[in-house]
């Protein structure tokens, strides 16, 4: 199996199992409908494209989330072959609206170099993953938008919100959460998270200011 097939099926695995932990959170006592969004870009930035948009997440997976929640993915390309997947989730369910960090340790990953960075403006979760034996290492972005086009890219802070719906009940307000994801194979770690950190503040500005679905 190839390495980038190798890491797809991580990061499949690494979905699901944050879904099954998220479920030990009880649900809010509604959940606010969520229209249709916008498909993701079929080109991120000047470099990588996309021919289509891809569901990685199994039917269990799906029956676990709210109706309401909306997943969409995407695999990009560069011209070198560099992979990069965005992964998008819309809605108030706590099973899907998460932090990442936490499923990812939960598969074996160690987190390196996890803060918050600004690019044009945006802030920005980056951090590397560093796994055991042949494991090519990730860089991951993601981000937050909550109501008004606000931007949170802390995810304590999106804990706390959602544990707040939680504990006063009532119709949860829809956010979205956005993480981009690749293959830290270029040799240059830092041009590299540079590169993925841009890709992420323009994706995450672009739901920002975009009419919320």
């Known amino acids: 199996m190839s390495p980038s097939r190798r890491t797809a099926f991580i990061l499949a695995g690494a979905f699901a199992l944050t879904i099954v932990a998220a479920r030990l959170i009880p649900a809010p006592d509604s959940v606010a409908p969520t229209p249709p969004a916008a498909p993701l870009p079929q080109k991120l930035g000047a470099d990588f494209a996309s021919g289509r948009v891809t569901d990685e997440t199994t039917s269990a997976t799906r029956a676990m989330l709210a109706a309401q929640t909306q997943i969409a993915t995407r695999t990009y390309r560069d011209a070198h072959g560099q992979t990069l997947q965005v992964i998008r989730i819309i809605g108030s369910d706590r099973n899907a609206l998460h932090d990442p960090r936490s499923c ?110």
């Not at 770690?189 to 540079?194: E, I, N, W």
């Open 104 to 213: 990812l340790a939960g598969v074996g990953w160690r987190i390196e170099d996890d803060r918050t960075e600004t690019a044009n403006g945006v802030s920005v979760r980056v951090c590397r993953l560093v796994g055991e034996g042949n494991r090519v290492p990730l860089l991951v972005a993601y981000g937050y938008v909550g109501e008004n086009g606000a931007v949170i890219a802390d995810p304590s802070a999106i804990r706390a919100k959602l544990l707040y719906q939680a504990l006063v009940g009532g119709a949860a307000k829809s956010l979205i959460f956005l993480r981009l994801i690749t293959p830290d194979t270029s040799g240059q770690p830092q041009a590299a998270r540079g590169r993925l950190r841009s890709l992420a503040a323009g994706l995450i500005r672009a739901h920002a200011t975009a009419p919320k679905p």
